[in-house]
Nanobody
Framework: QVQLVESGGGLVQAGGSLRLSCAVS?????????MGWYRQAPGNQRELVAM???????NYADSVKVRFTISRDNAKNTVYLEMNSLKPEDTAVYYC?????????????WGQGTQVTVSS
């Protein structure tokens, strides 16, 4: 069984900061290649916010570049999202995702989601 446990969401005023964390665990995991954060606002499709490879290469949505920073600790199988200068349009449920290899095939697992609300 693979588990992704997210933490760090909450309510913040515009211009504020939040840090999300996501810890991945599971005995059947062989390797975690890409780790990422997605978000979904009401009425919208889930979209990629940021992604980081095992070697540290990052990719960001244009809307969060400069403001958000993704990082990971491979020893802890944990990915972080530092969010600064938050805007009301950043309000969404944020989901952690891990891709790689597991016993039996590909790993593509999701967290339960954490709510981020930015007030104006």
């Amino acid at each position: 069984q693979v588990q992704l446990v997210e933490s760090g969401g909450g309510l913040v005023q515009a211009g504020g900061s939040l840090r999300l964390s996501c810890a991945v665990s599971g005995r059947t995991i062989f390797s975690i290649n890409n780790m990422g954060w997605y978000r979904q606002a009401p009425g919208n499709q889930r979209e990629l916010v940021a992604m980081v490879t095992r070697s540290g290469t990052t990719n960001y949505a244009d809307s969060v570049k400069v403001r958000f920073t993704i990082s990971r600790d491979n020893a802890k199988n944990t990915v972080y999202l530092e969010m600064n200068s938050l805007k009301p349009e950043d309000t969404a449920v944020y989901y952690c995702n891990a891709k790689g290899l597991r016993l039996g095939g590909a790993l593509d697992a999701w967290g339960q989601g954490t709510q981020v609300t930015v007030s104006s």
